[in-house]
């Protein structure tokens, strides 16, 4: 169906997630699905110039060169073969192409593994919306009676972590925390230590926004990484990059860093209720093979959807 | 990147010279690999193809064919044109006549509006104004806080009113405020919205009405993808922006979104963030950023420049390398004789200019013997050790010191030169070369 694990909304509740998602990606879809329809529209068969205004159509969504050539490499191949009698069959080849970019498997796999408490790390550069995604995040979890502590590990950023505790209180769940300034490896440790011993079910670590060129707050990350391997077992089963949906090409740099660096395990596509097309995530999930796991689509504390590629694909298709 | 552009375009440009006409397929072939690199940078699509033309009119007439180096050529044909649409001038802020001047920050969630307008008043009472600050922000949580935290930290001046949630009314106060404060300047941080967020864009309307802003500031992320036209256009037309900062100029994107903001609103990108520090605030310099979004930076005019006194195919190769840091012994080696060759070392430390890393350079003594002895030094060493200095322990040091006849002291000397010159050069090619390129010049 629309969403993967078929999680434990009724049936009511999914249509109406669907309808919150086709609404939020109205202006995603505008702007590539409707261009996109605009282009095949105005033709009565593909020609080369209609060829050339569907690839300025893909590059306008930053798909990037190398995504936006693939697929056209397949509309044109297919093209060629007389397989595409009407501009609508184009659309078809489009849409399979994009599919199969985002159908990656699951790298993290950690869902009923039994670990307790399970480890997120959430990873990013800065302003994409980390602390407001571990705020929806948290809400979401807690919702399917999972027991989370948030741990603030954004020790940098001025009044973070009281952000971060505003989350906490609307969304049920807790937190541990430190002084600005303070080692966010010691933060996590505290707050892996207070997990186990609450019994708790899930520790959502937020880190501080940065760029994947400065090296030393990578091996920042990476010594993060090393503090809850020791103190949990496997931990941390998630690393989630956040990256924001109006990111053009340096998202796929991020990726590849921070992936280096910490291993991500997941995406999540923040700020998709605007007008950008979060359409990097084809170039990283091409290149990577990271799947995307969740989509922020709005401010408020359930506007974070789980992510399925064929829901994502068709509310742009639709 | 320099192995991107730079070598593609050599590689089909490489027969052009001697040919007595350019094939189309030449002309194709150049104008798709500019026009990806444009791409790459997030330069919009349409802004690209536009551009691509425009340049293959200019870079492929005579001028081109008769040059020595067509590829090179055609990139700084590409690069002039770029700086030319980035602006060629650089472009100050504007004060009314009557203060407070107020200066309004808008922009998407997450573009650094808060960061840049603390950065702003510093920048601003560094140069001898009074600002003063007021967040509007009352949706995200601690917005108000993070501004509260950044100027007491660095002493600016900053007013709240916590009882107060409407953001128009707290606008209002701020410049009340400031009116009675003496301040020269307000700066008012916004929240960040979505230009097609009608009801949040109305808010920002009401907000300059009531405090007539002589500066429209938009906060836009050097990041930004395609998406950029349409958000700057947006706001643009409804709150009729006067400049744009720049941020997160520090990490390595490319920044071609600089371009699609300056063509659809045709204001000028006044500064651009380069760090976390409150200090790091820039003014703009159009001609950097052109050869940032060509991804090559400035080595390559570092290369067009001493084409003259050092080998080409040398200098591409040490690019590369400084590129990739594998800069080594052997190649400190090579330079020290290359430079040699340029003439008296002291002449040639003349021609840096006087700032960043190399401040103070220009007017040092050097020794010309002291380099036959770093060459003696590392004409000392085993391939493996000049390969990869981290290998030299005592033992080996003290057997280069027999070798050289000079003490192990000296050697510990210029491996430390050694590691800072590469960490110099690491950073010079990522980005601070502009900066000293300004002013450099080069014998000819």
């Known amino acids: 169906m629309f969403f993967k694990k078929s999680s434990r909304e009724t049936p009511e509740k999914k249509a109406g997630l669907f309808e919150r998602m086709k609404k939020a990606l109205g202006a995603t879809k505008e702007s590539l699905v409707g261009r996109i329809e605009a282009v095949l529209g105005s033709v009565p068969a593909i020609d080369e110039g209609a060829l050339e205004e569907l690839e300025g159509t893909l590059l306008g969504a930053d798909l990037g060169v190398r995504v936006t050539d693939r697929v056209m490499g397949a509309v044109r191949a297919a093209h060629k073969k007389g397989e595409i009698p009407s501009p609508d069959a184009a659309r078809g080849v489009i849409r399979n192409q994009l599919l199969e970019i985002l159908e990656v498997p699951e790298l993290g796999g950690v869902e009923g593994s039994g670990t307790r408490p399970e480890v997120w790390m959430v990873v990013g550069v800065n302003g994409t919306g980390k602390t407001t995604t571990v705020g929806k995040l948290a809400s979401r979890l807690t919702g399917e009676g999972r027991r989370i502590l948030i741990c603030a590990a954004d020790t940098f950023r001025p009044a973070a972590i009281e952000q971060l505790a505003v989350w906490a209180e609307r969304s049920g769940s807790e937190l541990i925390r430190s002084r600005i300034g303070g080692d966010p490896s010691a933060v996590l440790h505290d707050a892996l230590s207070a997990a186990e011993a609450r019994a708790t079910d899930l520790v959502l670590v937020d880190t501080a926004g940065r760029l994947h060129t400065k090296s030393n707050l990578m091996m920042e990350l990476d010594k993060m990484r090393r503090v809850a391997g020791r103190k949990v077992p496997?931990?941390?089963?998630?690393?989630?990059?956040?990256?924001?949906?109006?990111?053009?090409?340096?998202?796929?740099?991020?990726?590849?860093?921070?992936?280096?660096?910490?291993?991500?395990t997941g995406l999540i596509v923040t700020k998709l209720d605007g007008t950008a097309k979060g359409g990097i995530l084809f170039g990283i999930c091409e290149e990577l093979g990271i799947p995307v796991r969740f989509i922020g689509i709005g401010e408020a504390l359930e506007d974070l959807l789980e992510f399925s590629p064929e829901s994502f694909v068709d509310s742009l298709f639709r | 990147m320099l192995d991107g552009l730079a070598n593609k375009l050599q590689k089909i440009l490489r027969n052009l010279s001697g040919q007595g006409r350019v094939s189309e397929r030449h002309v194709e072939e150049t104008a798709r690999e500019i026009r990806n690199a444009l791409l790459d940078a997030d330069v919009h699509f349409k802004l690209a193809k536009e551009f691509v033309e425009r340049v293959k009119q200019r870079a492929l007439g005579q001028e081109v064919i008769q040059s020595l180096t067509p590829g090179q050529q055609v990139i700084r044909v590409v690069r002039d044109e770029l700086v030319e649409l980035l602006g060629g001038e650089q472009a100050g802020l504007s004060f009314s006549r009557q203060p407070p001047s107020v200066f309004l920050m808008v922009?998407?969630?997450?573009?650094?509006?808060?960061?840049?307008?603390?950065?702003?008043?510093?920048?601003?009472?560094?140069?001898?104004?009074?600002?003063?600050?007021v967040s509007v922000d009352v949706y995200r949580p601690a917005a108000v806080e993070q501004l509260r935290v950044l100027c007491a930290a660095h002493r600016l001046g900053w007013f709240d009113d916590p009882g107060d949630q409407d953001p128009v009314s707290r606008a209002e106060k701020g410049l009340r405020h400031a009116r009675n404060g003496g301040y020269d300047v307000l700066i008012i941080d916004t929240a960040g919205r979505l230009h097609i967020d009608d009801e949040m864009m109305l808010e920002l309307d009401r907000i300059r009405k009531a405090t007539s802003p002589v500066e429209v500031l938009l906060v836009a992320d050097a990041m930004t993808g395609q998406d950029a036209v349409r958000s700057a256009r947006e706001f643009h037309e409804k709150m009729g922006l006067t400049g744009v900062i720049l941020t997160k100029m520090d990490g390595d994107a490319r920044g071609g979104?600089?371009?699609?903001?300056?063509?659809?609103?045709?204001?000028?990108?006044?500064?651009?963030?380069?760090?976390?520090?409150?200090?790091?605030?820039e003014p703009f310099f159009p001609d950097r950023l052109a050869g940032r979004i060509l991804g090559m930076g400035d080595v390559l005019s570092l290369i067009e420049k001493a084409e003259d006194a050092v080998d080409r195919e040398q200098a591409e190769a040490m690019a590369e390398k400084i590129r990739k840091d594998e800069f080594t012994l052997e190649d400190f080696r090579d330079q020290l004789r290359q430079i040699r060759k340029m003439g008296p070392l002291e002449q040639i430390l003349g021609m840096l200019p006087n700032m960043g890393p190399l401040r103070g350079l220009g007017q040092m003594k050097v020794d010309e013997k002291e380099l036959i002895h770093i060459e003696a030094i590392i004409d000392s060493m085993t391939r493996t050790e000049r390969r990869n200095h981290q290998i030299l322990n005592g033992a080996r040091k003290k057997r280069i010191a027999r070798g050289s006849g000079r003490p192990v002291s000296e050697i510990n000397q210029l491996l430390k030169q050694y590691v800072e010159t590469r960490k110099m050069m690491r950073s010079l090619s990522r980005g601070i070369m502009p900066r000293l390129m300004k002013g450099m010049k080069f014998p000819r």
């Open chain 2, 107 to 133: 922009g998407l969630q997450g573009s650094g509006k808060t960061t840049s307008s603390a950065k702003l008043a510093r920048w601003l009472s560094k140069n001898n104004h009074t600002p003063l600050l």
């Open chain 2, 257 to 281: 979104a600089a371009l699609s903001i300056k063509s659809v609103t045709g204001q000028s990108i006044k500064f651009v963030g380069t760090g976390e520090n409150v200090d790091a605030l």
């Open chain 1, 234 to 264: 496997g931990a941390p089963h998630e690393v989630l990059l956040v990256v924001d949906a109006t990111t053009g090409q340096n998202g796929l740099v991020q990726a590849r860093e921070f992936t280096r660096a910490t291993g991500v």
